[in-house]
């Protein structure tokens, strides 16, 4: 049963998570809060490791998650079940290509999707920097500190994104974050 529930759950997600892996994030929070399968601390870890493995984020998140849920299967329920939206999606617009790449209306939606796509992401994003810098509701001033000397790194030096992690990962075991 918890296999169905997975595929289900995730072909959801999968269906309306709209503007790539990041988006997935609202609703995996949502996810965490209705099955309690995971708590919300764990989609932190969650980002870290499926930005840290090659592939689509929102896929290697659901492949993590569903692997934690239901082991092997789950893994591969939770993957089948975020992808399936998007291959039935592919399938349906290929057919009518000429037809969607001139339409008004989709356009239009194009426009009203991509900010709530944005306010989406933006939620889910405090929300990720609420569980990394502040510890019980209190602000960890070593993990604040950390966070913005990366974020200022990032945002100075246009380094490739996997030099961060290393050098987090690093700083992390040595200073004992």
């Known amino acids: 049963m918890i296999l169905l529930e997975l595929y289900f759950e995730f072909f959801k997600i999968g269906l309306f998570a709209i503007g790539g892996g990041m988006a997935t994030i609202p609703f995996l929070r949502h996810l965490s809060m209705t099955t309690g399968w995971f708590p919300i601390s764990f989609i932190v870890d969650m980002v870290a490791i499926s930005e840290s493995t090659p592939g689509p984020i929102g896929i290697n998140m659901a492949t ?9 299967f789950g893994g591969l329920a939770a993957t089948l079940g975020m992808v399936t939206p998007s291959i039935i999606i592919v399938l349906v617009v290929a057919g009518y290509m000429e037809k969607f790449s001139k339409s008004k209306t989709l356009e239009h939606s194009f426009w009203g999707l991509r900010p709530a796509v944005t306010g989406l992401i933006a ?31 990032i945002k100075r030096y246009n380094r490739h994104p996997v030099a961060y992690v290393v050098v987090s990962a690093a700083v992390g075991i040595l200073l004992g974050f």
Request: no cysteine.
């Open 64 to 72: 993590y998650a569903g692997y934690n849920v239901g082991g092997l």
């Open 123 to 153: 939620v889910a994003g405090f929300d990720i920097i609420k569980i990394a810098v502040f510890e019980k509701d209190l602000l960890d001033l070593k993990k604040a500190i950390f966070f913005l000397v990366i974020f200022y790194m």
